[in-house]
């Protein structure tokens, strides 16, 4: 398995100002995955971030509201840019691991309020 | 498109009582089919798989390819079941798409 872990877990934000995410996984990972949970919904997948070319952009989503970093195989970020209140989200950090068998995990997520 | 519907948003029962979670899905190809559940304050995990066949706390599910279902079941639901149910696809693209999840309350 893949142990995941997102910093902060939680934090307030000013509406206009941009935040960073980090992710860090204990072991190498091709493929990770940034997912946004609003309150009270599902996950709905922002981009896939694969090391060394540039992050994949689900509909709705776009690089200069939420650029991604994937330096190395362990590490990625997603920035959320002129953040306003409808931002306010839990952002959450996966990866797909092959043991076992292309499982996909996840971290225990960010939680961001904007006010 | 792939798609995942869970009709229920909330569902009750009592300790002991089989609970039955349900999960259709939309997608041309041979999907992948995984129930991820959520407890209390605690991260998204991996419950069960379809190809795996397994059974993980009492949970079982099968995929229904007629059907185009794979419900989550136990026989006898505990008060620790309590917690968010997700079901969720992986296509070719690699990519997750998450039901919008069953809240499972189980009472004393």
């Known amino acids: 398995s893949a142990v995941i872990s997102q910093k902060p877990s939680r934090d307030i934000c000013q509406r206009g100002t941009s935040l960073t995410i980090q992710c860090q996984v204990d072991?190498?990972?091709?493929?990770m995955f940034w997912y946004r949970q609003q309150p009270g919904q599902s996950l709905t997948l922002i981009a896939t971030?694969?090391?060394?070319?540039?992050?994949?952009?689900e509909s709705g989503f776009v690089i200069d509201k939420f650029p991604i970093s994937r330096p190395n195989l362990t590490f990625s970020t997603l920035t959320v840019s002129n953040m306003s209140p409808e931002d306010s989200s839990i952002y959450l950090c996966?990866?797909?691991?092959?043991?076992?068998?292309?499982?996909?995990?996840f971290g225990e997520g960010s939680w961001l309020t904007v006010v | 498109a792939q798609r995942v519907t869970q009709p229920e948003k909330l569902l009750s029962v009592f300790k002991g009582a089989p609970v039955e979670l349900k999960c259709n899905y939309s997608?041309?190809?041979?999907?992948?089919l995984f129930w991820y559940v959520q407890y209390s304050r605690q991260r998204l995990q991996l419950l069960l798989r379809h190809i795996s066949r397994e059974s993980i706390k009492g949970f079982t599910a099968d995929l229904n390819k007629g059907e185009t279902s794979f419900h989550l079941k136990k026989p006898f639901a505990q008060e620790e079941d309590s917690a968010m149910y997700y079901c969720?696809?992986?296509?070719?693209?690699?990519?997750?798409?998450f039901g919008k999840g069953t809240l499972l309350t189980v009472n004393p």
């Open positions: 997608y041309s190809g041979s999907p992948e």
């Open positions: 971030a694969n090391q060394g070319s540039e992050a994949t952009y």
């Open positions: 996966s990866v797909e691991h092959t043991s076992p068998g292309n499982t996909i995990y």
């Open positions: 072991s190498q990972v091709t493929m």
């Open positions: 969720a696809l992986k296509g070719s693209n690699y990519k997750l798409t």
